[in-house]
């Protein structure tokens, strides 16, 4: 990763939140939490003289442009009908890039668009193909490497796409087993990532053009992730577990991948990154995760730089979403957990902060929830690391109760801001939120513990946290529900079948029900990784038994509990007929099962509208079952 900008990982079944209270008095209306805003992912181009920001337009969340300081109109440069832009970079001064898809089928389409106006083009009209990003190029302006399997549906190329005119190079052909591309500071790519299913090896070539040879072979239990290279182009920075239990940032020969330097390490936490300044041409800070995100600087003139934020922005944690080339200009977004925040302009040169507005104004920072950190000890000895959101104005004792595991499940819960915990806060209910076994973040043996566990000690790890609660007084253990979407949808399905009595009510959004139809209909893009998930979940042949036990669709007479699902058609990590399976079982016997279907919607609801009909019929759902207000 080349920019100042958090970077983000593959392969997992986690569902994008909505970007988008004080008891007694009116409660804030549920579409308030959820709405979009009014003007938010503003982003400042590479030569600092446009401004670009997002907003709605027929409903849909679209890119508009105007000069900086100017009080001119802004000019509307895209006209997305169906579905929001999620987000978008700028490319050089004058152009902007983003990515689409169709109805939530993630075969995401390269698009760019001239700051000036005009038809968007879509640079890879294939369909059925998916387009990733493999590196943005931000020295190149008119340049992306991007990774297509329009030749194998199970793999990705690497093209070269030359934005002025649409062509396609081919700079990489996959042999097969490629998952992962990376290129140099001149846009050559220089190292790949194979895979056997279960065996990772790192590749590495001298040039641009040459052959690439293996250098490191691993199991996928050791993570080796290169990053970026040095100025020169000479070391790689890397993101790598191997011989420690806790990933750290080393420096490496490409050539051979021996460990030359360890640039940061941490005993309680994994690294998360490593932050590049394009213009000092040098790492700039590592990025990491306590109970919440924390920066170690590498370059004295980053730390003077967020100090500085800081200072100027206390009490928020500051971000920075956008720079010019020279990064003399930044986007800077100063949030909390109790707020979006506000966006500002920040000049380098001048020290002056030139404010953009709140993202969300209609709700107030003093009427927003507390999102605590919190620990327990599960039966196993395990320490589980957690948020508890607690209604504002309430003492908490007895309270109903939401418990919230993530999706992944190989990721992990982080603090800041987050509208359904805000929502439900408002509503009397408290929100437990935890980090179980093999959630990312706290090293590979608690990674690890989480093998050929599904719906086992992972639910266990839930199960004690609700325990927990009830324990401390804070729960009423007749008014529990399990809420989660993706894998925290599959872990709202096991609770119900696993522990039936400890909770009142489920709700399951896009989540799995079934561990062998699941692992059968997995995009075909995910295939070179099935013997990786045989290993960390379960192979359908050899641990029959197991999954049979953890799957619960095939479990579904053990459910005693009320349970709304929600699910998107044309979702392509969980297939629908995940969803239709528990709502038959359900049905069948009797079970109150609102099922709630969106035929333009894939791994979450994206649309505004749909957001609002599931968010409604969960408000609904959650009074009649655990005596909630709806108002």
């Known amino acids: 990763m080349k920019s100042w900008l958090p ?95 169709i109805g939530g089928d993630e075969n995401d389409h390269v698009v760019v668009v001239d700051r000036h106006g005009g038809a968007p083009k879509d640079m890879t009209p294939y369909p059925g193909v998916k387009a990733q990003i493999v590196d943005a190029l931000p020295e190149f302006p008119d340049r992306l490497l991007i990774g297509l399997n329009k030749r194998v549906k199970e793999v990705f190329d690497v093209y070269d796409l030359e934005l002025s005119t649409g062509k396609l190079t081919l700079v990489a052909e996959n042999p097969g087993d490629i998952t992962a591309w990376g290129a140099d500071h001149d846009g050559q790519i220089r190292y790949a990532i194979a895979t056997d299913g279960v065996n990772n090896t790192y590749l590495y070539r001298e040039s641009g053009s040459g052959k690439f040879k293996p250098v490191l072979t691993t199991s996928f239990r050791d993570q080796f992730a290169p990053q970026f290279f040095t100025a020169d182009n000479r070391k790689l920075y890397v993101a790598s577990n191997i011989g420690r239990d806790k990933v750290a940032i080393v420096l490496v020969d490409p050539a051979t991948a021996k460990e030359g330097q360890v640039v940061y390490a941490r005993d309680d936490v994994d690294v998360d990154g490593i932050v590049w300044s394009r213009e000092r041409k ?3 800070y590592v990025a990491y995760q306590t109970w919440k995100a924390q920066r170690h600087y590498l370059d004295p003139d980053a730390k003077v730089l967020f100090d500085g934020l800081e200072k100027k922005l206390p009490g928020y944690e500051v971000i920075i979403q956008s720079t010019t080339d020279d990064e003399s200009t930044m986007i800077v977004a100063a949030v909390s957990d109790r707020t979006q925040g506000r966006r500002y302009i920040y000049d380098r040169k001048t020290d002056r902060l030139t404010d953009l507005g709140e993202v969300a104004p209609w709700l107030p920072e003093a009427k927003m929830a507390a999102m605590r950190p919190v620990t327990y000890t599960t039966r196993d000895g395990l320490t589980v690391h957690g948020y508890l959101t607690l209604p504002n104005g309430v003492a908490p004792k007895k309270l109903p109760v939401v418990v919230n595991p993530h999706g992944g499940p190989w990721a992990r819960d982080g603090w800041g801001f987050n509208p359904e915990l805000q929502f439900l806060a408002s509503r009397g209910y408290a929100v437990l939120q935890m980090n179980y076994r093999g959630s990312t973040g706290y090293g590979r043996k608690f990674w690890e513990a989480s093998f050929k566990q599904w719906g086992f000690r992972m639910q266990d790890d839930i199960t004690d946290g609700v325990h927990w609660l009830v324990k401390e007084g804070i729960a009423d253990p007749k008014r529990i529900c399990i809420y989660g979407g993706s894998y925290g949808g599959y872990a709202t399905l096991a609770g119900l079948t696993q522990t039936p009595d400890l909770y009142a009510c489920g709700v399951d959004y896009v989540g799995v029900s079934n561990l062998f139809t699941f692992m059968n209909t997995i995009p075909p893009y995910w295939k070179p990784y099935l013997a990786m998930l045989h290993e960390m979940v379960g192979d359908p042949e050899k641990d029959k038994a197991l999954l049979t036990a953890g799957s619960p669709a095939l479990n579904a007479q053990k459910i005693k509990a009320p349970l ?68």
């Open 564 to 631: 709304l699902i929600a699910q998107g058609a044309r979702d392509p990590r969980v297939n629908k007929d995940e969803s239709d399976q528990m709502v038959a079982a359900l049905k069948a016997r009797g079970i109150d099962v609102p099922y709630l279907v969106k035929d333009n919607e894939g791994h979450g609801f994206r649309n505004e509208e749909n957001q609002f009909d599931f968010y409604e019929a969960m408000e609904k759902f959650l009074a009649k079952y655990l005596g909630g207000p709806v108002r």
């Open 282 to 284: 040098r790492a700039a």
């Open 7 to 101: 970077f983000a990982g593959i392969l997992s079944l986690g569902v994008a939140i909505p970007a988008a209270l004080a008891q007694g008095g009116e409660s804030i209306p549920m579409r308030e939490f959820f709405r979009h805003p009014d003007r938010a992912y503003y982003r400042i181009s590479a030569d600092g003289r446009t401004l670009s920001f997002m907003q709605p337009w027929e409903r849909r969340m679209n890119i508009y442009v105007q000069p900086v300081g100017s009080s001119a109109l802004p000019l509307r440069i895209t006209a997305e009908k169906d579905r929001d832009i999620g987000d978008y970079f700028w490319k050089g001064p004058d152009r902007v890039v983003y990515l689409k898809d």
